[in-house]
């Protein structure tokens, strides 16, 4: 599965980098999303979802309602399956958007569904 990690951060105390490795760990194929990161572990970031070419199934959100709500149109161009978002960062109007296209949008930790087999 093709995963896009909004608010993708290279710190290990964080849960947007934890959630990343995890993915990765559990076999996703990851997409991290962070302004001014070019890489992570290895891993590349892009600095928008724009420049993601591949189709993205799962954007997991780890930034604010601001951040997000300013990049609405560019997260729903790329016409994901499911949005996760992550505690705090809730945001009603992606949410209501997000489902009018009929995307599965959930307030959920990517972690723990990742652990529990509720991915």
């Not at 093709?2 to 990851?30: F, P, Q, W």
């Not at 890489?39 to 799962?58: A, F, L, Q, R």
């Not at 930034?63 to 729903?76: F, K, N, P, R, T």
């Amino acid at each position: 599965m093709n995963v896009a990690v909004i608010g993708a951060s290279d710190k290990k105390d964080r849960y947007s980098y934890k959630a990343l490795m995890l993915l990765k760990e559990k076999g996703h194929t990851v997409f991290p999303v962070h302004q001014r990161l070019r890489k992570i572990e290895g891993i590349k970031v892009y600095s928008s979802i724009k420049n993601i070419k591949e189709p993205i199934d799962t954007i997991s959100l780890y930034v604010s309602e601001s951040v997000s709500g300013a990049i609405i149109d560019d997260i729903l161009s790329k016409s994901p399956k499911r949005i996760i978002f992550s505690p705090g960062a809730e945001n009603p109007e992606l949410k209501r958007k997000a489902r009018e296209k009929g995307i599965v949008a959930i307030d959920a930790c990517t972690i723990v569904m990742l652990n529990t087999g509720q991915f």
